[in-house]
């Protein structure tokens, strides 16, 4: 999400953060400058969209109201099913 700033946006801030409760880890990255170029859907956020699938969680992506863009993150934090043996 980093790297598509620097690369597509006409960005003059962006803010990132980290967020994790008892049961889930959440990385929020926003800018605020969408790129104006046309240009149609890359793979490289489909690809974390699709890395997160397969841990059990999702990202979502897109534009937001105040003209930014936004990449949200959320994995499942897991749980061991046995404690670790010292």
Do not use: C, Y
Request: aromatic share 6%.
């Amino acid at each position: 999400a980093l790297r598509n700033v620097s690369k597509h946006a006409a960005a003059t801030a962006v803010d990132v953060g980290v967020f994790r409760d008892e049961d889930t880890f959440k990385l929020e990255i926003r800018n605020d400058g969408v790129s104006h170029a046309a240009r149609g859907p890359g793979i490289g956020l489909r690809l974390a969209a699709f890395e997160a699938l397969q841990h059990g969680g999702m990202v979502e992506f897109g534009p937001t109201a105040d003209a930014g863009w936004r990449v949200r993150l959320v994995v499942p934090l897991q749980r061991d099913a046995a404690p670790e043996v010292r």
